[in-house]
């Protein structure tokens, strides 16, 4: 898609700085979201007028009339020399503004990204469930983008992701690749996951459960023979499952129980924290393997045991985010301030950081 010289600029900046966001706020200059910290461009403020002809310059007359109606939008473009974008439009004191997310043109390995080689061995999985949590902008497209690459490069099969929108483009490696991208595509996760499941699927990528719909047409997909791979906005593991039983009205609440102990292979919540040196982020990772024990304890209903059965299951792969804190504090990551401010359970780690 063509751009104008200033977001041309802009975007420019972006790539040089590194920087993950931009942020097109009327009356601020161009602010860019560089390892966690955001910095203002050294230009003059935008105006209320330059936001709003950007926001038209970005959009074919579909998505104009999309924006319109419903007042937000998210899409992604892309361009030769700059890569691709995410782009989120919204109204602002009746004027509209972007945030733009700078996608990384490449899939990282696992080392580079830090995450766990339990996540190897989840992946492997001809069915279930598995989660990818956290806050917005801790990297679970990311992690996601990332296991779907291990599954691409593994194994012969059909994948079909869901996006909002299609952020990493996928090339064909041993694995057949269907990007749908919500709005361009599809007009919902949950309409598209119904469809999806008529396309014979190996792996289905849902970019979010969201709602009752989507929730309950995934766990029937991870019960009847398919590989569900999908992100929550929970902090942990344990919270990841009690969100998603509490989105069933309470009468099907003992199905879903059971549907979830049954189809649940594992959970990555995840959280980019500040280091001790230059302005970087590093990955702290919680993981929740379903073994026997997690099942059962979801089946009944005994949630609060979840966070015991991570500090027990060890050999299976798992850890807390707080051991994780810990570990990343020991080898002089991270102070002992974020690690805490982090943390589940913040006066246990601050006992466990003093005692050493």
């Given at each position: 898609m063509p751009v104008t010289k200033l977001m041309r600029r802009i975007l420019e900046t972006a790539r040089n700085e590194e920087a993950s966001d931009i942020h097109l706020v009327a009356g601020l200059p161009p602010v860019f979201r560089v390892q966690g910290e955001l910095v203002l461009a050294d230009i003059t403020p935008l105006s209320r007028q330059d936001t709003a002809s950007m926001v038209h310059d970005l959009l074919n007359?579909?998505?104009?009339?999309?924006?319109?109606?419903?007042?937000?939008?998210?899409?992604?473009?892309?361009?030769?020399?700059?890569?691709?974008?995410?782009?989120?439009?919204?109204?602002?004191?009746?004027?509209?503004?972007?945030?733009?997310?700078?996608?990384?043109?490449?899939?990282?390995?696992?080392?580079?990204?830090?995450?766990?080689?339990?996540?190897?061995?989840?992946?492997?999985?001809?069915?279930?469930?598995?989660?990818?949590?956290?806050?917005?902008?801790?990297?679970?497209?990311?992690?996601?983008?990332?296991?779907?690459?291990?599954?691409?490069?593994?194994?012969?099969?059909?994948?079909?992701?869901?996006?909002?929108?299609?952020?990493?483009?996928?090339?064909?490696?041993?694995?057949?690749?269907?990007?749908?991208?919500?709005?361009?595509?599809?007009?919902?996760?949950?309409?598209?996951?119904?469809h999806v499941l008529r396309q014979d699927p190996n792996v289905i990528c849902v970019g979010e459960m969201r709602d009752y719909e989507t929730t309950a047409t995934a766990l029937m997909a991870a019960e009847t023979g398919h590989l569900v791979l999908a992100t929550c906005h929970t902090p942990s593991a344990s919270q990841t499952v009690e969100r998603i039983v509490s989105v069933f009205p309470p009468y099907q609440q003992p199905q879903a129980i059971v549907q979830l102990a049954n189809s649940l292979r594992g959970i990555i919540a995840q959280r980019l924290v500040p280091t001790t040196g230059p302005s970087t982020r590093l990955l702290a990772v919680e993981v929740l393997v379903a073994n026997a024990a997690v099942r059962h304890c979801i089946r009944e209903n005994e949630l609060h045991q979840l966070p015991n059965m991570i500090q027990t299951g060890k050999q299976d792969g798992m850890q807390s985010i707080d051991d994780c804190l810990l570990q990343m504090y020991h080898a002089g990551e991270i102070t002992a301030d974020t690690a805490i401010s982090n943390s589940n359970d913040p006066a246990d780690l601050r006992s466990r950081i003093t005692a050493r």
């Open positions: 007359a579909e998505q104009r009339q999309a924006f319109e109606r419903d007042w937000q939008l998210s899409y992604s473009f892309y361009d030769e020399a700059l890569g691709r974008f995410r782009v989120s439009i919204y109204y602002h004191a009746g004027n509209p503004e972007m945030s733009i997310r700078a996608i990384v043109p490449h899939i990282k390995t696992r080392q580079e990204l830090r995450l766990p080689e339990v996540l190897e061995t989840l992946t492997r999985n001809p069915s279930g469930l598995i989660l990818v949590t956290g806050p917005t902008g801790s990297g679970k497209t990311t992690t996601l983008n990332y296991m779907i690459d291990l599954i691409n490069s593994d194994r012969r099969c059909k994948i079909i992701t869901i996006e909002d929108p299609v952020e990493y483009v996928h090339q064909r490696k041993k694995a057949v690749i269907v990007q749908q991208e919500l709005y361009t595509d599809v007009k919902s996760f949950s309409a598209a996951l119904i």
